[in-house]
């Protein structure tokens, strides 16, 4: 198996083991939201935010046994009671399954806030609950046993204008989450320019399951908090849209980055025959590789000095760019270590595919004979023999009928073309 294909499935292997991770720990990840437990009930109070006359909104949850259910749900909050039923013992004389553990239930109750509570006090909220639950016996058998379960929890009873604020500071809080996971997913996608394929997909996964229990728990539930909105379907869409929105944003934002799926690796290769006059070698991703050689490595500033020879580029920074303003163009490029530069540390992003000819040319001839991937599929080899504009003249109509078919295959000319990724490559 090759480097790459190892790597890709060591990335595949580390996504599925945190999935099963994350799926492992769904139950104990949503219990970090919980308000408040005790033993093996947990209460979730939804709508902390009331003045007097409000409705205080929680759930309750209870776990053990083969099966459990909730019979009964006592609620004193100050001097009001009020009762709740659940579904009790519905499992009848038989259980179907092997789990000795693993029963729950869980009953949601709408807690009216007393007209008299004092406002800027906390109001004292305890609940009893009766259950019953089948503990398993032992060869298939089981019995049903009672219990009760207590919990407490202190409420600050509100004014009617302190609530509205803290409700609106909720929203807030989700806005700027939202913002902050947009700004997170821009700086993770900018990070992994220069990674493969498979890491990249491995990090949007992972980032994708984190997301959906931050969005849950930071972000729907003050959504929740701000706007009493109980509905199940209002959370899911809720924490569909923390994940979605940063994406489309980061699409929006960066479109002339998104549009960059052309990409161009170098690697410093010896030809095993010197190419004749006029002749582009290009071979397939299946076809042998060039035999491999050592790359010199030079400091930057030999470098951009040896290309500014040739296209006009300028340092800036740890790289340098080209900007034609003239067919409004912009190449830039990043190296990974400024003292020693290697072809394949040399990051390369173009608004114009055609511009990394030049480059690569003026690369040539500082490292000798360079290698060109485009898309994968395209190897064209620059070493001198024929200049970039020859090149360009020689592989601008096969991109075209790239094109031209990707167009026929969606059915219709495309709005945006894709934009040039280049790697400049070479072998330790």
């Known amino acids: 198996m090759s480097t790459n294909r190892a790597g890709e499935a060591g990335a595949y292997l580390l996504v599925a083991m945190a999935a099963f991770a994350l799926w492992l720990l769904l139950d104990p990840l949503r219990n970090l939201t919980a308000t408040t437990s005790s033993g093996r009930a ?15 909104e929680i759930e309750v949850q209870l ?13 004193q909050a100050g001097k009001s009671y009020l009762e709740r039923h659940g579904r009790g013992a519905d499992w009848g004389s038989f259980i179907v399954g092997r789990r000795s553990s693993g029963g729950s239930d869980s009953v949601e109750i709408s807690v009216p806030i007393p007209r008299d509570a004092v406002v800027g006090a906390s109001l004292p909220i305890s609940l009893d609950i009766d259950y019953v639950e089948a503990v398993s016996t032992g060869a298939g058998t089981f019995k049903n046993q009672s219990g009760t379960e207590a919990l407490a929890v202190d409420v600050l009873v509100r004014s009617p204008h302190d609530r509205d604020i803290r409700r609106l500071l909720s929203a807030l809080w989700a806005i700027g989450l939202l913002a902050a996971a947009t700004i997170a997913t821009l700086l993770v996608r900018y990070s992994l320019r220069a990674s493969s394929t498979a890491t990249r997909l491995a990090v949007y996964l992972l980032l994708l399951l984190v997301g959906g229990y931050v969005g849950y728990g930071w972000f729907a539930l003050p959504l929740v908090a701000a706007t009493r909105i109980l509905s199940d379907v209002f959370a899911v869409v809720a924490v569909l849209a923390f994940l979605a929105i940063p994406i489309l944003i980061v699409r929006l ?3 002339r980055a998104a549009e960059m799926d052309h990409t161009a690796r170098f690697e410093a290769v010896e030809a095993p025959t010197p190419p004749r006059v006029g002749e582009v070698v290009v071979r397939g991703m299946n076809e042998p590789d060039y035999p491999e050689r050592m790359a010199r490595d030079v400091p930057l500033a030999t470098l951009v000095s040896s290309i500014a020879a040739d296209v006009p580029v300028t340092r800036r920074g740890r790289g340098f760019a080209w900007i034609d303003r003239e067919r409004r163009g912009r190449l830039e490029a990043t190296v990974a270590d400024a003292e020693y530069v290697k072809p394949r540390s040399v990051k390369i992003v173009a608004t114009d595919r055609r511009m990394v000819l030049p480059v690569a040319e003026a690369m040539a001839k500082v490292y000798g004979p360079l ?25 601008e109509p096969k991109w075209a009928a790239v094109e031209a078919m990707a ?5 219709g000319k495309r709005t945006g073309r894709a934009l040039p990724t ?4 070479g072998k330790k």
Not at 67 to 74: D, F, S
Not at 407 to 411: E, F
């Open 371 to 395: 290698e060109i991937i485009f898309n994968e599929n395209q190897r064209v080899l620059v070493d001198g023999s024929m200049s970039a504009g020859d090149l360009l003249l020689v592989l």
């Open 42 to 56: 947990t209460l979730w109070v939804y709508t902390p935010h009331v003045a007097p006359g409000d409705n205080l």
């Open 407 to 411: 167009d026929a295959m969606l059915g």
């Open 422 to 425: 280049a790697w400049a490559r």
């Open 253 to 255: 934002v960066g479109r």
């Open 63 to 75: 776990r053990g046994g083969r099966r459990l259910g909730i019979e009964q749900v006592h609620v």
